[in-house]
């Protein structure tokens, strides 16, 4: 069957201090895979967009990144945490039915 | 750039009764992908329903169905018959021809029991 996971579930970061979220797809290949940031009580910002390994294509120009080292994988990176990085983040994978399935979502606390 | 844009921030519908949920967007795409989604509060993401642009046919899924109006790019979420566990936020959401998916910003929706 086809699954998404995401983890940390939960992150409580200090300022300045280094992120790397992951995100894993299982029983499918090559799968379009996204990053999104949910601020307290606001809509989904795209953060990063990946239709193939090599190819990531970034809306914000901030302090994040993003890589896929292999096929189902999808890792959100910083070098150094913003306070206005809180937030929670949500890993997505389009299925061949067109649907954007979601992970259960990363909750980030930056002190 | 696309955009999609929510108006209503959030609504309040009595249960049993029928709400109507606006979307807007912004494209000079003629093939694109609309959805709605569902976020109650455990924050898990829920495809409500989604419309192919070259469909002309509204999509419908049980008690939701779209409005949606290519010429005017309105894409409206109706729910009949609401119900508690309506209770959400609903996203609306964009797929362009390069596979990026935007949202709007939300609309919470409040059922009155």
């Known amino acids: 069957s086809q699954t998404i996971h995401q983890w940390p579930a939960t992150l409580v970061q200090p300022v300045g201090s280094p992120l790397s979220l992951e995100c894993t797809v299982e029983?499918?290949?090559?799968?379009?895979l996204y990053w999104y940031r949910q601020a307290a009580g606001r809509g989904l910002q795209l953060l990063f967009y990946?239709?193939?390994?090599?190819?990531i294509s970034s809306e914000v120009p901030q302090n994040l990144s993003a890589s896929r080292p292999q096929d189902r994988q999808f890792i959100l990176s910083s070098k150094k945490l913003l306070l206005s990085d809180s937030g929670f983040y949500l890993c997505?994978?389009?299925?061949?039915?067109?649907?954007?399935?979601f992970g259960a979502g990363s909750r980030l606390t930056v002190l | 750039a696309q955009t999609v844009t929510q108006s209503q921030p959030e609504m309040s519908v009595q249960e049993a009764e029928t709400v109507t949920l606006s979307c807007t967007y912004d494209?000079?795409?003629?093939?694109?992908?609309l959805f709605w989604y569902k976020q109650p509060p455990s924050r898990q993401m829920i495809l409500v329903i989604r419309?192919?642009?070259?469909?002309?046919q509204n999509a419908t899924e049980n008690r939701f169905s779209v409005n949606f109006q290519k010429a005017a790019k309105s894409f409206s979420l109706k729910i009949s018959d609401s119900q508690l566990g309506d209770a959400a936020m609903y996203f609306c959401?964009?797929?362009?021809?390069?596979?990026?998916?935007?949202f709007g910003k939300g609309t919470r929706l409040h059922i009155l029991p």
């Open positions: 029983g499918t290949s090559n799968p379009n």
């Open positions: 990946s239709v193939g390994i090599g190819q």
């Open positions: 419309q192919e642009a070259y469909k002309q």
């Open positions: 997505a994978w389009l299925t061949g039915a067109n649907v954007l399935t």
């Open positions: 959401a964009y797929r362009s021809g390069d596979d990026k998916i935007i």
């Open positions: 494209t000079s795409e003629s093939d694109y992908y």
